[in-house]
């Protein structure tokens, strides 16, 4: 399972995304204006109905995609380095590096995926580290296509749990980023029977958002959920450009995960064996 990382009136959004705003008026954070004005409504026409759903089988030809990750919601280029913050209800405060390194990885679908690197750490401590595997397809959707990963304590690793590859032992691939992301289009993000099974919806695609990074509109909202945890949901917005600003697990837990900034890797960042990403 993949771990997880302000609005306009109700009336241009959609009426699930009114929990956000309740959620944020009291976590939103000040920044620096980043404001953008850019018009991104996407074709009317685009809903995303032939987009992956459950576990249903999706035709994947290796030859129709690519490493190179230019969704301008998600955009994985090599060398780009995001900072997270992210405050748990006990006040404990964590430090998420996502890095698109210059690596890529042939899959066991015959697809070549992107290397990002996504390591937690507490207090200077690495708790969890992570490759995860990204492709688009012609259309410009993202796909994700499995990780990596583990948690440690004291150094040690403690768990591989949730680690998974497209076509290894019936795992299936899922979006993590439309090409066109239309209210009302559902996904699944991952499929791994009985360990990865998280599918999300979009809520909108012309909200406002703040994080530590800056204030932008425009922003697309989505809401993420995890069948294997029911009671589990967070709400995510992504930035033209940029890439997800803040995530907001508003069921299940109340942590915030925020954008602090972005900026590029120095060279062979993120590259190392997991629990040492910076040889």
């Known amino acids: 399972m993949k771990r997880s990382i302000l609005r306009r009136p109700a009336t241009r959004g959609a009426l699930a995304a009114t929990t956000a705003m309740l959620a944020l008026s009291s976590f939103a954070a000040c920044g620096d204006d980043k404001s953008t004005t850019t018009d991104t409504t996407p074709d009317a026409g685009s809903r995303g109905s032939d987009l992956p759903q459950g576990s249903e089988p999706y035709d994947i030809d290796p030859k129709d995609f690519t490493a190179d990750i230019t969704n301008p919601y998600f955009p994985m280029t090599p060398g780009r380095r995001w900072i997270y913050r992210e405050v748990e209800p006990d006040g404990a405060v964590q430090e998420?590096?996502?890095?698109?390194?210059?690596?890529?990885?042939?899959?066991?679908?015959?697809?070549?995926?992107?290397?990002?690197?996504?390591?937690?750490?507490?207090?200077?401590?690495?708790?969890e580290d992570t490759f995860d595997w990204y492709a688009q397809d012609p259309d410009g959707n993202v796909w994700y296509m499995g990780e990596d990963t583990a948690e440690f304590e004291d150094g040690k690793v403690t768990s591989r749990e949730g680690a998974w590859e497209a076509g290894v032992d019936g795992a299936l691939p899922g979006i993590v980023m439309p090409s066109n992301p239309t209210d009302g289009m559902t996904y699944r993000q991952e499929y791994y029977k009985g360990h990865a099974e998280d599918r999300a919806e979009v809520l909108s695609n012309d909200e406002l958002v703040e994080s530590e990074y800056g204030q932008f509109d425009n922003a697309v909202l989505t809401k993420d959920l995890v069948p294997l945890e029911p009671d589990v949901e967070e709400l995510k917005f992504y930035v033209k450009d940029v890439g997800m600003v803040l995530a907001l697990k508003v069921s299940g837990g109340s942590g915030r995960e925020s954008l602090v900034s972005v900026d590029e890797a120095p060279d062979g960042a993120g590259t190392g064996p997991l629990g040492n990403p910076n040889p």
């Not at 998420?96 to 995926?113: F, P």
């Open 96 to 127: 998420i590096v996502l890095i698109a390194t210059s690596d890529t990885k042939k899959l066991a679908n015959g697809v070549t995926a992107r290397v990002v690197r996504d390591t937690v750490t507490l207090d200077g401590s690495i708790i």
